[in-house]
């Protein structure tokens, strides 16, 4: 199991949201689907306490619960501009709309927005409306530690760019097939990004995201210093 640097923590809250502690206590949450996210443990159902926000793109099983919690606990939002403009019509507050390629540095930590190839709409009752392009982050704690959240995605021969510029230690990506990366293509992103540790996302939570962790670890079997940690829902990595 990965040991990270001292002072940062991870938790997998299922499906593609996480919550990260920085060694200064500032709390950031990725892809906030807590309180409706079947994966999600009742026990962190509910979030007293968020500072940085980061939205990779508008479909739900991302931004549920975007609103709710960025109007109750006021965190430093950054999303794609078109979400982020959803987002303050909505009320949500302290709110930064970016661009891929583009980036932020909130409480310390430096937040770079990169491309991601899926699609990115956001349903508002009976309107499905343009959520911008998606993306995934790049995330630099002050300590140097870098870890990269690809956000939905397929592999795409950028990787190999992300790594060279940003060289992200630890990577979260998806597995599940049909909408995202199928453990194929994640085995051949792995050897695009070269990371230590990567951390399966978006699998299981319904039936038809089929691809297993196990199946990633055997086809990357090959690559040296490489890690697959498959957390469970509401586990954490110190």
């Not at 920085?22 to 892809?31: C, I, Q, R, S």
């Amino acid at each position: 199991m990965a040991n990270l640097p001292e002072g940062v923590k991870l938790t997998w809250l299922g499906h593609a949201t996480f919550r990260f502690r920085a060694p200064d206590g500032t709390v950031v949450l990725v892809d906030p689907w807590v309180m409706n996210n079947p994966a999600c443990p009742e026990a962190e159902k509910e979030q007293d306490r968020i500072d940085v926000m980061l939205v990779t793109h508008g479909h739900f099983d991302h931004i549920a619960d975007a609103v709710e919690l960025g109007t109750r606990l006021k965190p430093q939002t950054v999303a794609q501009y078109e979400v982020g403009l959803w987002l303050q019509k909505k009320g949500v507050p302290n709110v930064t709309g970016m661009g891929r390629g583009g980036t932020v540095v909130v409480d310390g930590i430096r937040c770079t927005m990169v491309q991601a190839f899926h699609s990115s709409s956001i349903q508002d009752g009976d309107q499905i409306l343009y959520g911008g392009e998606p993306g995934g982050y790049v995330i630099q704690f002050e300590n140097g530690f870098t870890i990269y959240h690809t956000g939905d995605t397929n592999v795409f021969g950028d990787m190999k760019i992300v790594a060279d510029l940003y060289a992200p230690e630890l990577v979260m990506m998806p597995i599940g097939d049909l909408y995202t990366m199928s453990p194929k293509e994640a085995a051949y992103a792995c050897r695009l990004l070269n990371p230590r540790w990567v951390i399966p996302i978006h699998y299981g939570t319904f039936p038809a995201l089929t691809g297993k962790p196990e199946q990633l670890r055997e086809l990357t079997k090959d690559l040296k210093g490489l890690e697959v940690v498959a957390l469970k829902p509401g586990e954490t990595l110190s």
